[in-house]
């Protein structure tokens, strides 16, 4: 378990930075940010939106690799807010493009 997950996963206090309005537990949300289970309509892309706009980009980045991201960028691109997340988000993503091609 790496030091992002770890300090998410078993302290409350940094747990409710992801799920403040939602009555889960620490392994419920990291199974759905994992993929292997759903809860309704919470599902993966939702979990990750969540890590994206909650945590600092360097704790979001260990929990959802930039590739993820990648791949799931429409889908999660639409449930960021506000705006700026979005901005952001475009352009590690373009950076990342770059860099990669090099």
Same mark, same amino acid.
């Given at each position: ?34 993929? #292997? +289970?759903? @809860?309704?309509? $919470? ?11 909650? !945590?600092?980009? /360097? ?14 960028? #429409? +889908?999660? @691109?639409?449930? $960021? ?11 590690? !993503?373009?950076? /990342? ?6």
């Amino acid at each position: 378990m790496d030091k992002a997950l770890k300090r998410h996963y078993s302290n409350p206090k940094n747990f409710k930075q992801l799920v403040w309005d939602y009555k889960m537990t620490p392994h419920e949300f990291f199974e759905i940010l994992a993929g #292997k +289970k759903d @809860r309704t309509w $919470l599902g993966q892309d939702w979990a990750m939106a969540r890590v994206l706009q909650n !945590l600092n980009y /360097y704790d979001a980045i260990s929990l959802v690799p930039i590739s993820q991201i990648k791949d799931r960028w #429409k +889908k999660l @691109r639409n449930q $960021l807010f506000p705006e700026s997340f979005r901005i952001l988000y475009d352009f590690v !993503l373009h950076q /990342y493009s770059l860099s990669s091609s090099r």
